[in-house]
């Protein structure tokens, strides 16, 4: 496979278009349409910005490694399959109220969801002040797991307008709720540095302009 469908095929699996690429390695979009069409190569800086973005080495970019990228497009496959039941149990659990269960720490709140050979499990102590972990599995294998620690700051927080955006995250932030959101006088935040691999974020509510509830996470697969 040569560079040209490499890059289309990692770009897809990444769930970026061309105009977000392109943002992100500070090019134009013509440029990635050119690298894409095998009409245009790219110079060694970009080379390694691509690289980096994709989470693949300049080396493998530039060889022709078929078995290499039939490697790493089934483990997206499978990390796709992840990111979406975490989405899905993430809106039959605590964002929505749902599948509450027995606590499995003292003073623990737990929820649990399944859906055929897919486990989640949520598990957090404290109120105003708590930590918690994430964790799912497959197939009774742990695949990923997320913990997080988080305080509210002002009797003015919303419990209600947290779920409501915790529900609102989708494949292109999977990890708690959606980059920005926004309802009547409050607003989420969410600020993201890694992949579903191997990350680490915080999230903020503001009501106005004061800041009433922030969290702290970090987590990635485990397997």
Known sequence: MIFSEKLQLLRKNKGLTQEETAEKLNVSRQAVAKWEAGQAYPDIANLIRISDLLNVSVDYLVRDQDCA????????????????????ANVNTYAAFKNEVDSTRPQSHDFRYENGSWLYHDTYIGGERFAGEEAVWHDGVSVYAMNYMGRVLSDSFSGNFLKEALCKADSKMPYRGPEYYQSGEYTYRCKVTGDFTWFQGCEEIYRNETKVYECVFHGGSVC
């Open 69 to 88: 990228v039939q490697a790493v497009a089934s483990r997206q496959t499978d990390m796709e399959k992840l990111i979406a039941f975490r989405l899905e």
